[in-house]
């Protein structure tokens, strides 16, 4: 059992047992650039409303999304034409948020681009 104590500390007894009950929700096909791969995943972020996973996917120069219960592939939502600073284009990106309100993705693309 989880008990909360003094509002920035977890208690968890010296008895508790975990059990592993993991699920590879994205990726999982080894390294590589097809939509059910990912290349040095860097960062992730959860649309809460429906459980959609959108990652960076540092080395294919792309950031991915995969909805709830589709594991099979990805669909790519930005990038993925490659290295480079162009429009279409990411260079390594690192990390990646949604913003609901302007309905935008605002990713973090810091190599040779250095933008925001």
């Known amino acids: 059992m989880l008990t909360r104590q003094?509002?920035?500390?977890?208690?968890?007894p010296a008895n508790t047992t975990?059990?592993?009950?993991?699920v590879t929700?994205?990726?999982?096909?080894?390294?590589d650039d097809a939509t059910n791969?990912?290349?040095?995943?860097?960062?992730?972020f959860v649309i809460d409303h429906d459980q959609t996973v959108v990652i960076?996917?540092?080395s294919n120069h792309r950031i991915i999304q995969w909805k709830n219960g589709d594991t099979t592939n990805g669909?790519?939502?930005a990038g993925g034409k490659?290295?480079?600073n162009g429009l279409h284009q990411l260079d390594r990106p690192t990390g990646v948020l949604i913003n609901k309100e302007a309905d935008s993705l605002i990713?973090?693309?810091?190599?040779i681009s250095l933008r925001l």
């Open 6 to 12: 003094n509002k920035n500390k977890i208690n968890i």
């Open 107 to 111: 990713i973090c693309d810091a190599e």
């Open 75 to 77: 669909q790519v939502v």
């Open 18 to 22: 975990w059990t592993q009950n993991g």
């Open 37 to 44: 791969q990912l290349n040095w995943s860097h960062g992730l």
């Open 56 to 58: 960076v996917d540092r």
């Open 82 to 84: 490659g290295e480079g």
């Open 25 to 31: 929700i994205a990726g999982g096909h080894g390294e």
